[in-house]
């Protein structure tokens, strides 16, 4: 059901612009894992609107969100205490940050930053993430690059960055966006005072860190060299007097995570998995919290 209801929204908003709510779908509809799949199909659209092909329309994409916002909500309140209801939780928070890319395109980051600061107090990221996104910031060295592999590491380091005001010195870049998006990649490259769109030309003036979401070191072009430290690869400039200690990371919500099975167990432990395969000191401080056999430590 959920799967025919989320293809229905993807073929009529393609012919549309967005609905209260979608067609095949009564709006008053309890079925949780339905509405998770109706707002998914809305961001999926607003993605495509990121390539710029074409005509763009910003408020058609601003519609779009809402209505999936509308639809994450409905999902968290009617499949409350499953999967999917913890998914939406997350997804309406992702929301929010595709707001402020969309405002970041028109008006720059200080639009951005003042979407992400009109999030709802009560409307936040799981722990886990939280924690994650924390650290990822804690691993980039003083006014470094951020690239970001996925919805997990991107939402959870944007969120930390602009909703909780940490490390406001480091620029945040999904890499899929910024090789995609060139209205996004423009906007940066004026802000930053850089023609040059390649990343190692930011790397010759500041570190670039790439999170431990990808699976291995970006294969950019031209190359980049990358070394090893906690939790990212480092490129470029990094002063030695800034790297954190192995030592100094925190993984108690990981923990609670892992005995409580969240939603979002899986991506983060992928991750610390990755970064102490690299970065073998990381085990010290997950034996601490009890997780050096999660995430592959002898």
Known sequence: MAT??????????????????????PTDSTDGEAWLGVGRAYVQLVSGY???????????????????EQAFARAARFGRGTRA?????????????????????????????????????????PPLLEELGENLLRACPHQGVLLTAGDADTYAAWYMRFARG????????????????????GRVL?????????????AERRPVCASMGFDRAPELRPR??????????????????????????????????????DTWTSAAVALYRRAAEATPALCRPLE???LKA???CR
């Open 50 to 68: 990121h390539l710029h092909r074409g005509a763009t329309d910003t408020a058609w994409a601003r519609a779009a969100l809402d209505t999936a």
């Open 288 to 290: 601490t919290f009890g």
């Open 85 to 125: 209801a913890d998914s939406a939780q997350v997804f309406r928070v992702y929301i929010w940050g595709q707001r402020a890319l969309l405002a970041w395109e028109t008006g720059g980051a200080e639009a951005a930053t003042a979407a992400w600061q009109a999030l709802p107090e009560a409307l936040r990221l």
């Open 4 to 25: 025919f209801l989320y293809s229905v929204a993807v073929a009529l908003a393609l012919q549309a612009p967005p609905l209260p709510a979608s067609p095949g779908l």
């Open 224 to 261: 980049l060299q990358w070394k090893s430290r906690p939790l990212v690869w480092v490129a470029g400039k990094e002063p030695k007097d800034e790297r954190v200690p192995a030592e100094d990371f925190v993984f108690a919500a990981l923990q609670l995570a892992i005995a409580q099975h």
């Open 190 to 202: 004026r802000e930053t005072r850089q023609r040059d769109p390649a990343l190692r030309a930011f």
């Open 294 to 296: 999660d995430v592959g």
């Open 166 to 185: 940490l490390r406001p010195d480091l620029l945040i870049l999904p890499l899929a966006t910024w090789s995609t998006d060139t209205v996004f990649r």
